[in-house]
């Protein structure tokens, strides 16, 4: 499993692609360009780009994570 690169939201930038994606949450790009395509991952389709939005991710980590609870 890679790990994640990123200590903190701050540290994010408004628009994440799939490679920041990636490395957040500590995956391939493969993996990250998967989540993309699933129907209820929070996306922005730009042209043929897909970016999330960064307060739509956080929202969607807490959501799909009870808060942070394992």
Known sequence: M???TVK???ELPLFLNAEMLAQVLG???ATAYELLH??????L???N??????DRFIEWVTTNTKGGCA
Do not use: T, W
Request: aromatic fraction near 8%.
């Open 2 to 4: 890679k790990k994640s």
């Open 8 to 10: 903190s939201y701050d």
């Open 27 to 29: 995956v391939s790009q």
């Open 38 to 43: 699933e129907e209820s991952f929070p996306k």
């Open 45 to 47: 389709k730009i042209g």
């Open 49 to 54: 780009r897909l970016v999330i939005p960064k």
